[in-house]
Every structure is written in C-alpha cells, then in structure tokens.
Antibody, heavy 123, light 106 residues
Framework: EVQLEESGGGLVKPGGSLTLSCAAS????????MSWVRQAPGKGLECVGR??????????AYGAPVEGRFTILRDDSKNTLYLQMNSLKTEDTAVYYC??????????????WGRGTLVTVSS | EIVLTQSPATLSLSPGDRATLSCRAS??????LAWYQQKPGQAPRLLIY???SRATGIPARFSGSGSGTDFTLTISSLEPEDFAVYYC????????FGGGTKVEIK
C-alpha cells in the first residue's frame, strides 16, 4: 500500500528557512515522479514543484512564486522526499502536501497524497 | 500559464440529484485534465484523469468528458458523501488547478 507522510511544518519568521520531509512507503520513491502541492488557508491548490524519476533524469521544476527559493531533494537511502524552503514569505503560509505523479505526456496528475503539514510564516 | 476557470463556484443540490461541474482552460490542454475531490481537513483525492478515465476505486457515478478547452465532471446521482469541493487540474503546460466548485447540500 502506498503511503506518504509529511513532517517538518511549523511556525517560521519571514525570511527564515524550513525543510519539509515526506517519508514514502509501499513503493520506491526514485522510480516515480513526485511533487509538492500547497494550499493556503481557505484557498485552492497550487503545485510548488516536482521532481522526475531517476529513470527520467531526476529533473526538477518549480512554480513561479517559489522559483529560486525552494528546492526539492530526494534521499533514496531513506526513501524520503524533501522540500527546502528559503527566504520564506507570509504568502507561503499553507498546508504542504507531497504527492506521487502519474501519466504519459509533459507532466502528470497527482494520484497518491499525504495528509499534509502546515507551514505558518509570521513574525 | 494556463488558467483553469471552474463554474459554478457553488452548486446547491440534494442527494439523488445530478451534478454537472464545468472547467474551462485558457488554451487547449488536449485531454491532459484531471478532477479531484476534497473534503474539509483532508487531502484531495484523484477522481478522473486524462479527462475521462476513472481512478482506481472511484464509483461509476463519477464521469468526466471533454477535450481541448472545455471539460465536465458529472456525478449522476449525488450520495451524502459526495458533498465536497471539486478541483480540475491540467498537465499540458506545467501544472495548474482551477479555483474549485463547492457542491453543498440544498
């Protein structure tokens, strides 16, 4: 059974940094495309970024609001995905979900999701 | 960036009613469109991918149609557990979501 469990959320000041983790079980993380999707309180969904499988070169891509500030990493030995977040802004406040991606074509749809972890950026 | 516009924002219906949700893309996304259901305090759940394919375990009352710029999610007969927020998502050019349609009990 595929399971994803996020951790690492919390309260951080504007300009600060935080790293989120997503522990995967039931599958091998580097064989799948993975993503981080966030949801600000009471708002809709936004894809933060994604990382391709090792077979597809492991390339990352990010949404414009976080480009240059966020980095997606993968530790194959721990079967864990990370989201490094730097220069945090108040508008980064959201629940952050990790999700697996599927589909042939340019990108993927999100089929399995974790329960999310809340990041609050506030002074 | 491809913008997805969902309508209506809110749909007030009764159990047993048919629900028709719309998603319009600012440019063609071919059939690279998915639908998700989200209940309060929960992660989204994939319902439909590639415009019309049901995800694993999704009941047959959920169906998707469309291609290009206009898409529809239909729930043939609403069950009590179907009252939720629904999002569409395209994967043709990056990854963007619509603003959501809330299906509420009338």
């Amino acid at each position: 059974e595929v399971q994803l469990e996020e951790s690492g959320g919390g309260l951080v000041k504007p300009g600060g940094s935080l790293t989120l983790s997503c522990a995967a079980s039931g599958f091998t993380l580097n064989k799948d495309w993975m993503s981080w999707v966030r949801q600000a309180p009471g708002k809709g969904l936004e894809c933060v970024g994604r990382i391709k499988s090792e077979l597809h070169g492991g390339a990352t891509a990010y949404g414009a609001p976080v480009e240059g500030r966020f980095t997606i990493l993968r530790d194959d030995s721990k079967n864990t995905l990370y989201l490094q977040m730097n220069s945090l802004k108040t508008e980064d406040t959201a629940v952050y979900y990790c999700a697996t991606m599927r589909g042939r074509g340019p990108e993927g749809h999100f089929d399995y999701w974790g329960r999310g972890t809340l990041v609050t950026v506030s002074s | 960036e491809i913008v997805l516009t969902q309508s209506p924002a809110t749909l007030s219906l009764s159990p047993g009613d048919r629900a028709t949700l719309s998603c319009r893309a600012s440019q063609s996304v071919s059939s690279y469109l998915a639908w998700y259901q989200q209940k309060p305090g929960q992660a989204p759940r994939l319902l439909i991918y590639d415009a019309s394919s049901r995800a694993t375990g999704i009941p047959a009352r959920f169906s998707g149609s469309g291609s290009g710029t206009d898409f529809t999610l239909t729930i043939s007969s609403l069950e009590p557990e179907d009252f939720a927020v629904y999002y569409c998502q395209q994967r043709s050019n990056w990854l963007t979501f619509g603003g959501g349609t809330k299906v509420e009990i009338k």
